[in-house]
């Protein structure tokens, strides 16, 4: 099943992927970020699953392009993935906002580009 859903955050969002019990839908109102911390912990990936701990934001284009940085531990020095967006500082700091909330009770730390992991 190959889906499109409405732009979100300024970032258009789209999603593949394959199911053999039926389709399966995802939340749109979940941002990139979000989702791609949980399509990395997902279970289907079996051994390549990676969990996410920390978290860095970086301005690519201050206040119209910013990028997320996921790393499995706060010490590592190379990100597990980036995800960057076309957004503003205060949609930026929306998917901060969500993000923290949504991953108050687990070991993710939201860091700030002055005491991020050196890139």
Known sequence: MVGSYPTQNGAKTHCEFASGTGNVRLNPTVNPVERRIHELASFQLG???????????????????????MFEHPADTDPVEVVVLDVNLAQ???????????????????????NAPPS
Request: charged share 35%; proline share 2%; net charge positive.
């Open 47 to 69: 051994h390549k699953k990676k969990f996410i701990r920390a978290l860095c934001r970086k301005a690519v284009i201050p206040n119209r392009r910013y990028s997320w940085m």
């Open 92 to 114: 930026a700091l929306q998917i901060d906002r969500k993000l923290a909330e949504t991953f108050k009770s687990t070991l993710l730390l939201a860091t700030t580009e002055k």
